[in-house]
């Protein structure tokens, strides 16, 4: 049986072609799974799962749980709200008593750049990053790989562009580095204050013109547009990130033949995209969405190391 | 032993001494405290100490005696944060680094903005490990609003005024601050970064800040800074002493000018020397969090730069000790500072001498001569009639840095496992063995 390098996963920045190919196949016997009237396989029968979420989170959280379910794994849920973080525990204490409860995998979501790795120093269990600060999501990013690839039958070759708030957006981060490691051409666009510094150190061709950006390109990724980005000064007006920015019916005639429109929600309608485009029969997004819950099967399933026939 | 004609003698020692001039062999001789005379070691002196009581001769053969090492910019934590380090602790802490005179900054809870504090400091640093001066504020609890009674921190002793760890933002209190301590003879020490440009700030911004996606803080917020407090210096004709300078734009400030005549001193701390922010990434260790931050290489390199053509005065460590408990958190909560006094000479040695960019004079020279001139310290010579506070050197001794020998109360190195050459063999502080390996 194939297995990944890592026990954990942190980020997809130097996780190598091979891990990736591997979780994109693996997902896509889970994506079957899902399709099925009955929904569960016993794979990690046994398996104790912590979701703990340090940060808001809707989709993500229930797609992990959806995930850990189908699985047959037992899950437990960890929110700031109902903890005792508020009393100041700190995050190592916090897990260590959660482990004392024998936990398996850990399923994390902090504001904090570096957390999950934080984790790993803390406690035995397995690692899974969903979303640190403004640093990786590598669930997210490798749904959306699992999506393009299931469309074209590759990643190689495509030009994908991502629009939008690069300078915090993890989910642009981690699709960065999967994308490049499985040989897709990457494009960033966006206001050029929300570019982090020395942004072309990436790799990417980097664009604040859109329609140069859009400009024969296979798939667009568009990034969900913060208000307080808007409030903190980093742009003027929601009115003109979407004359500058939204991606609309008219600016998808520079994409190529095929074109793919990608958003990993939550949507502004009207404001990085409009409801003609997010609704039309280019759009992925709710593939998107069922696929994330494939992905997350195949990673927990792949992390935690258990055979199939063990299940 | 009511008459003896020594109480203590360094034998076979090679000198390194600013002002007496360089890797000469010689015996010192300490009576009472003080170095009573300094002789090239002659048929009759070495004769004369072979007759000596074993117990009253050091045997330095092989090793490098220089004036005990003075620090301008340390943290002690005391009074208010007794957990992470105290006078006491911290003067053991530079006894083992090899300083023999600190400057403690006025970050304290209370803040040392007022006598009663300075005095509170003077009181426990005696019989201490190292001579401790005290920096005041400049302005009352470093708030940057309004200046503290800075003739009142003079008269009691304060060698020099700095809001350290904060940046005076109006610059209309800077202007006040710096004329009115020229009244005194004393610089202001700055801690320069715009608190604007680097609001939030947790590393420096760079692509590792990019990469990692922690909020940097940039360059360009100390450059802003240096150039202001360069012009408000011209201007006043105050003298301006710039702490811990990390990047290139920083330096080139400084060098144009030093150049022009304006009155200004600078200071590098080992870890702006040594370290560049690609180390973040490694692990998150938060030890690597520091104001200001650790920057690029180029950075490292200019900052490098400017020590070797004398643009930077002095080295100075930032000892900032902090507890387990504060720095064992995520990388974004964790409070700036990293110890420095027990490292930093076998860091200078490790990467400045032996890579070649500073002899060992310069180096003793950056560490004892020049922050003594800065701040108008006794001390950094081994002079006939000075204090005998003296650091013996064991130049090549090869150890690795561990947590647990630290003296300091904090263990918050970035520098721990680390391989270094150079270590301190022994500590006199007035005559007296303050430590020894």
């Known amino acids: ?311 | 032993m009511a008459n003896k004609k020594y109480d203590l003698v360094i034998a076979d020692g090679r000198i390194i001494d600013p002002a007496l001039g360089f890797g000469k062999d010689a015996y010192i001789f300490i009576k009472d405290g003080l170095i009573q005379k300094v002789v090239t070691p002659t048929a009759a002196v070495k004769k004369e100490v072979k007759n000596l009581d074993r117990s009253q001769v050091i045997d330095a053969t092989g090793k490098l005696v220089v004036p005990g090492l003075i620090d301008i910019h340390v943290h002690l934590r005391e009074p208010g944060r007794e957990d992470a380090e105290t006078i006491e602790s911290g003067c053991q802490a530079a006894a083992a680094g090899g300083f023999t005179s600190v400057c403690c900054m006025p970050n304290t809870t209370p803040r040392i903005d007022n006598q009663e504090t300075v005095k509170f400091v003077q009181d426990r640093a005696k019989d201490c490990d190292a001579r401790v001066y005290v920096v005041g504020a400049v302005t009352k609890n470093l708030e940057g609003k309004e200046l503290s009674e800075i003739g009142d921190l003079v008269k009691i002793g304060a060698v020099a005024i700095s809001d350290d760890g904060k940046y005076p933002q109006n610059p209309e209190i800077m202007r006040r601050g710096l004329e009115y301590a020229k009244m005194f003879g004393i610089p202001v020490m700055q801690h320069a970064e715009d608190q604007y440009l680097c609001a939030g700030g947790v590393m420096n911004e760079s692509f590792q800040s990019t990469r990692l996606g922690l909020k940097g803080a940039p360059a360009v917020a100390e450059e802003i800074a240096v150039l202001r407090d360069i012009a408000l210096c011209r201007f006043t004709g105050a003298r301006l002493h710039i702490q811990h300078v990390s990047t290139r734009q920083a330096v080139a400030a400084i060098r144009k000018a030093k150049a022009e005549g304006v009155n200004v001193t600078a200071e590098a701390t080992p870890h702006h020397l040594v370290l560049t922010d690609e180390e973040i990434g490694k692990e998150f260790n938060t030890n690597l969090r520091v104001n200001p931050p650790i920057r690029t290489t180029d950075d490292r390199d200019a900052v490098i730069e400017g020590l070797v053509d004398g643009t930077i005065d002095c080295i100075a460590s930032d000892h900032a000790p902090h507890s387990e408990e504060d720095k064992d958190c995520e990388f974004d909560l964790a409070p700036a500072g990293m110890i420095g006094l027990e490292t930093t000479l076998a860091l200078v040695k490790t990467y400045l001498i032996d890579k070649g960019y500073l002899s060992w004079a310069d180096a003793i020279r950056k560490m004892t001569a020049n922050p003594a001139r800065i701040l108008s310290l006794p001390g950094g010579s081994l002079a006939e009639g000075s204090p005998a506070d003296i650091t013996i050197i064991d130049q090549d001794k090869k150890w690795t840095v561990k947590a647990d020998k630290f003296r300091s109360k904090s263990k918050n190195s970035p520098f721990i496992g680390w391989k270094m050459k150079g270590q301190v063999y022994k500590t006199l502080l007035g005559g007296r063995v303050v430590f020894e390996q």
Request: include cysteine; glycine fraction near 8%; charged fraction near 25%.
């Open chain 1, 1 to 311: 049986m194939s297995r990944l390098h890592s026990r954990h996963l942190l980020g997809l920045e130097n996780v190598p072609e091979a891990d990736i190919s591997l979780i994109l196949k693996t997902t896509n016997s889970f994506r079957e799974v899902i399709d099925r009237t009955i929904k569960k396989v016993p794979t990690l029968r046994g398996i104790t799962v912590l979701n703990l979420f340090y940060e808001p989170s809707t989709r993500t959280r229930i797609s992990f749980e959806l995930a850990e379910k189908r699985l047959s794994a037992d899950t437990v849920n960890f929110t700031t709200s109902t903890s005792s973080v508020k009393k100041g525990e700190s995050l190592r204490d916090t897990v260590q008593n959660i482990e004392a409860m024998k936990i398996d995998m850990v399923v994390v979501r902090h504001s904090s750049p570096g957390a999950p790795y934080y984790l790993t120093r803390c406690m035995d269990a397995n690692i899974i990053n969903a979303g640190d600060g403004a640093h990786e999501h590598p669930t997210q990013a490798l749904l959306d790989m699992y999506t393009i690839w299931k469309k074209y039958g590759r990643l190689d070759g495509l030009r994908i562009v991502l629009v939008g708030d690069v300078k915090h957006s993890r989910v642009i981060r981690s699709n960065i580095w999967g994308l490049k490691t499985m040989g897709a051409s990457v494009a960033l666009c966006g206001p050029s204050t929300l570019l982090p510094y020395e942004v072309e150190k990436f790799g990417c061709d980097v664009y604040t013109d859109i329609d140069e950006a859009l400009d024969g390109a296979d798939v667009v990724n568009v990034m969900r547009i913060q208000l307080e980005r808007q409030q903190s000064g980093l742009f003027p007006s929601q009115r003109e990130y979407t004359n500058l920015f939204g991606i609309n019916k008219q600016r998808l005639k520079l994409l190529n033949k095929n074109f793919t429109i990608m958003h990993p929600g939550p949507m502004n309608r009207g404001v990085e995209i409009t409801s003609e485009v997010a609704d039309s029969g280019n759009s992925v997004i709710l593939e998107q969405v069922t696929n994330g819950q494939a992905v997350r099967m195949a990673v927990l399933y792949l992390l935690s190391g258990r055979k199939e026939e063990e299940g």
